[in-house]
């Protein structure tokens, strides 16, 4: 079976967040798909059927190292770079990606050999609640004065549910998960938790028991976007850098924006680069 090793939220190899791509994976079952997700080490990998012949519309199941996901940005943005590699040309293409929480849109444009560029637009966000969390700066090895003094937590979905927790400058460096936050985090309604810097624009996520550390974080990035435009710290449609990776030593760079008023936001659109690295062939699929 081919696949494909992309980066993404970068245009340069070995920098942003790494993905497999298996662009021709209708005979696989969801374990033979966790179990290649496993063997391939990337933080996700992400598993193509073709809906119409072979175009625009495509079935996608994205799995991490431990389960299959409801949504995931970075995967979505790497695989339609990887469609428009495949299908060839420099015209603009749109991309129709189908996955287990919603339908997608992905615009995407060459930028020279082995470089794409991909906008991934999430749809209308939801906004599921701000609950009032006296201890939530411990869950991130932190002190009540390192969180932001005028932002409060929020958990906000695009298809998958991120507590938004605004920081201090300077406070990212220091934080960790020493002990797994899931049961917390389902106790307020949330999935995931994503720790922002809304003032320079930067943020960290961990898996929950804080054990792998993810490089950027497009499903977040969206989150981010709404929750922004939500309070005034970005405009309609106004494009902005969103930086992860530098903790992990793979600096990531996502364009997010928001667009519609701060109560009724009719979408918000992450995007970036993408640099093909490599692609192979498993010589055998799991049993």
Not at 5 to 14: A, L, N
Not at 125 to 130: E, I, M, N, V
Not at 211 to 223: K, L, N, P, Q, Y
Request: charged content about 25%; overall charge negative; aromatic content about 8%.
């Amino acid at each position: 079976m081919h696949y494909f090793h992309v980066d993404v939220f970068s245009g340069t190899p070995f920098s942003g967040n790494s993905l497999t791509v298996f662009p021709d994976a209708a005979s696989l079952s969801g374990s033979q798909m966790q179990r290649i997700t496993e063997e391939m080490r990337h933080f996700e990998s992400i598993f193509l059927q073709a809906m119409n012949g072979g175009g625009t519309a495509w079935r996608a199941r994205v799995f991490d190292l431990s389960e299959e996901l409801d949504f995931a940005g970075h995967p979505v943005i790497g695989a339609a770079s990887v469609l428009h590699a495949m299908a060839g040309g420099d015209a603009s293409r749109t991309w129709s990606l189908k996955l287990k929480a919603r339908t997608v849109e992905v615009v995407t444009e060459r930028r020279g050999r082995g470089r794409y560029a991909s906008v991934l637009d999430q749809g209308p966000p939801q906004f599921l609640g701000r609950p009032v969390l006296d201890d939530v700066a411990s869950w991130f090895s932190l002190e009540e004065e390192d969180l932001h003094g005028e932002l409060r937590p929020e958990v906000v979905s695009t298809g998958l549910d991120y507590l938004i927790v605004p920081v201090r400058t300077g406070v990212l460096e220091r934080a960790r998960i020493a002990s797994d936050i899931g049961e917390r985090l389902a106790k307020v309604g949330a999935q995931f938790a994503y720790l922002l810097d809304a003032d320079v624009l930067e943020g960290r996520h961990w898996n929950n028991d804080g054990v792998i550390e993810d490089v950027a974080t497009g499903s977040a990035a969206g989150c981010v976007a709404a929750y922004l435009r939500r309070h005034g710290r970005l405009d309609d449609g106004d494009r902005q850098v969103l930086h992860q990776g530098r903790f992990c030593g793979r600096p990531s760079e996502m364009t997010i924006s928001a667009h519609g008023s701060p109560q009724d936001i009719t979408s918000v659109r992450v995007g970036g680069e993408v640099a093909v690295v490599a692609h192979g062939r498993l010589e055998g699929l799991p049993q």
